[in-house]
């Protein structure tokens, strides 16, 4: 049976729905250049579409973006409030995802990596920033109280922390030590989370320690229980030791974090920040990213991490003294040259996506055999060869029995294109 019979026979009602469908969404080479072809071709559409043709339509728009992100939290989206929406705000979100010529454009927006343009805000545009935030709820919703970074979900199975302090910079307070902490340590433990991707919010990636905190704490160190009343040079010391172990163990949670961690950095990496992509798997920049131990500058030697991760990072001695002992700028083009950054990218947006779009590619492995992988490689980088080979002896004597081995195999061998479906773990 023809497709033209069913159309003329036996589903007639379909067929305007169809052609206004296909009419919608067809590209026409011939009519994309100065002008944007989406906005003419929004201006021309019909103004007495039928309202239950204009929602049909709108949901199958909102279902073929022609990328995952959008095809996701758009059809969602249309799903749980199109329905209800009055004309004013059907015509509103149709103006939305059909005038935007760059759908990576209407992502950003969303998840509020570009500002909004000044045409498109409105009550729509908010509903489905709001949305985007809470599309997955379950996954993210114990990342909710965060007060200085912020946890979203941009694909399955991969969490995005963003320092966000933009006022300050990105600079790290205790709160934001400590919430960097617990996160990493709640990341560590969700199952459904296989890969991390951690950016800053704002005109720069971190500016450091926020240092007048750090003086608001020292100041009031004289009345810390822990003194016993003291205020002598041993009671000083005692407190110093313990404000630096617990900043410390903040980036120790992002190396004890079983799930692989990529830094996409812009702007200022300064100090703190430094230590932060240290503690990190993999580091990518943008262009215009540049990079500073800059505790010798303020008096002090750095203490966080940079000094004990970053030479093995590098491994150029002669470099790493320099750069610790002289506080200078170091831009992103000689931090890839001599390792530090896996690439480079023209701008911040297309540098996050990176991140993201690697981050994806990890989590659709087998979260065993990364998991694993990370844990080896940090061991390996403590311990001599020898070490390394006998941990990997009695690691794999008990994940060679996983269900992943199995899955991942079978899906090599029948040379499978679909992603093999990992349990969580």
Same mark, same amino acid.
């Given at each position: 049976?023809?497709?033209?019979?069913?159309?003329?026979?036996?589903?007639?009602?379909?067929?305007?729905?169809?052609?206004?469908?296909?009419?919608?969404?067809?590209?026409?080479?011939?009519?994309?250049?100065?002008?944007?072809?989406?906005?003419?071709?929004?201006?021309?559409?019909?103004?007495?579409?039928?309202?239950?043709?204009?929602?049909?339509?709108?949901?199958?728009?909102?279902?073929?973006?022609?990328?995952?992100?959008?095809?996701?939290?758009?059809?969602?989206?249309?799903?749980?409030?199109?329905?209800?929406?009055?004309?004013?705000?059907?015509?509103?979100?149709?103006?939305?995802?059909?005038?935007?010529?760059?759908?990576?454009?209407?992502?950003?927006?969303?998840?509020?990596?570009?500002?909004?343009?000044?045409?498109?805000?409105?009550?729509?545009?908010?509903?489905?920033?709001?949305?985007?935030?809470?599309?997955?709820?379950?996954?993210?919703?114990?990342?909710?109280?965060?007060?200085?970074?912020?946890?979203?979900?941009?694909?399955?199975?991969?969490?995005?922390?963003?320092?966000?302090?933009?006022?300050?910079?990105?600079?790290?307070?205790? !709160?934001?030590?400590?919430?960097?902490?617990?996160?990493?340590?709640?990341?560590?433990?969700?199952?459904?989370?296989?890969?991390?991707?951690?950016?800053?919010?704002?005109?720069?990636?971190?500016?450091?320690?926020?240092?007048?905190?750090?003086?608001?704490?020292?100041?009031?160190?004289?009345?810390?229980?822990?003194?016993?009343?003291?205020?002598?040079?041993?009671?000083?010391?005692?407190?110093?030791?313990?404000?630096?172990?617990?900043?410390?163990?903040?980036?120790?949670?992002?190396?004890?974090?079983?799930?692989?961690?990529?830094?996409?950095?812009?702007?200022?990496?300064?100090?703190?920040?430094?230590?932060?992509?240290?503690?990190?798997?993999?580091?990518?920049?943008?262009?215009?990213?540049?990079?500073?131990?800059?505790?010798?500058?303020?008096?002090?030697?750095?203490?966080?991490?940079?000094?004990?991760?970053?030479?093995?990072?590098?491994?150029? !001695?002669?470099?790493?003294?320099?750069?610790?002992?002289?506080?200078?700028?170091?831009?992103?083009?000689?931090?890839?040259?001599?390792?530090?950054?896996?690439?480079?990218?023209?701008?911040?947006?297309?540098?996050?996506?990176?991140?993201?779009?690697?981050?994806?590619?990890?989590?659709?492995?087998?979260?065993?055999?990364?998991?694993?992988?990370?844990?080896?490689?940090?061991?390996?980088?403590?311990?001599?060869?020898?070490?390394?080979?006998?941990?990997?002896?009695?690691?794999?004597?008990?994940?060679?029995?996983?269900?992943?081995?199995?899955?991942?195999?079978?899906?090599?061998?029948?040379?499978?294109?679909?992603?093999?479906?990992?349990?969580?773990?």
């Amino acid at each position: 049976m023809s497709i033209k019979y069913i159309f003329n026979n036996r589903q007639k009602s379909i067929v305007p729905l169809f052609q206004t469908i296909i009419r919608s969404c067809y590209f026409y080479p011939t009519d994309t250049g100065e002008g944007n072809f989406e906005k003419k071709h929004f201006a021309n559409r019909s103004k007495n579409e039928p309202l239950p043709q204009k929602k049909a339509r709108l949901i199958y728009q909102s279902r073929k973006r022609g990328m995952l992100e959008n095809d996701l939290l758009l059809s969602t989206f249309a799903d749980k409030y199109l329905a209800s929406m009055s004309q004013e705000e059907l015509d509103m979100y149709d103006r939305l995802i059909n005038t935007v010529s760059n759908d990576w454009d209407l992502y950003y927006w969303a998840v509020g990596t570009k500002e909004i343009p000044e045409e498109y805000r409105n009550s729509i545009m908010d509903k489905f920033s709001q949305h985007v935030k809470n599309v997955n709820p379950a996954y993210t919703s114990r990342y909710a109280d965060y007060e200085h970074i912020q946890v979203t979900a941009p694909h399955d199975h991969i969490l995005h922390v963003e320092l966000n302090r933009p006022d300050k910079r990105n600079a790290i307070n205790r !709160d934001m030590f400590r919430e960097i902490s617990e996160c990493f340590s709640d990341i560590g433990a969700d199952q459904q989370c296989r890969a991390v991707v951690i950016s800053g919010a704002g005109k720069m990636f971190c500016s450091g320690i926020d240092y007048m905190d750090m003086l608001e704490q020292m100041t009031s160190m004289h009345s810390s229980s822990d003194a016993g009343g003291r205020e002598d040079v041993a009671a000083r010391a005692k407190y110093i030791r313990k404000t630096i172990v617990l900043l410390q163990n903040s980036f120790n949670s992002i190396v004890k974090c079983p799930k692989p961690v990529i830094a996409a950095i812009h702007s200022g990496c300064i100090g703190a920040g430094v230590d932060l992509i240290s503690a990190v798997d993999i580091r990518y920049a943008s262009k215009d990213a540049y990079f500073s131990i800059r505790e010798v500058a303020v008096g002090l030697a750095a203490d966080l991490g940079t000094l004990q991760r970053m030479p093995k990072l590098i491994g150029n !001695d002669s470099v790493m003294r320099e750069l610790a002992y002289t506080a200078r700028d170091m831009q992103a083009d000689e931090a890839k040259e001599i390792g530090l950054l896996g690439k480079v990218f023209n701008d911040p947006n297309s540098c996050v996506q990176g991140a993201i779009d690697v981050a994806r590619i990890i989590a659709s492995r087998s979260p065993v055999a990364v998991q694993g992988t990370k844990v080896a490689l940090n061991y390996s980088r403590d311990h001599s060869e020898k070490d390394g080979l006998e941990f990997m002896q009695i690691w794999n004597m008990c994940m060679l029995q996983s269900e992943d081995f199995i899955i991942a195999s079978s899906s090599q061998a029948s040379k499978s294109t679909e992603e093999p479906p990992f349990a969580d773990f």
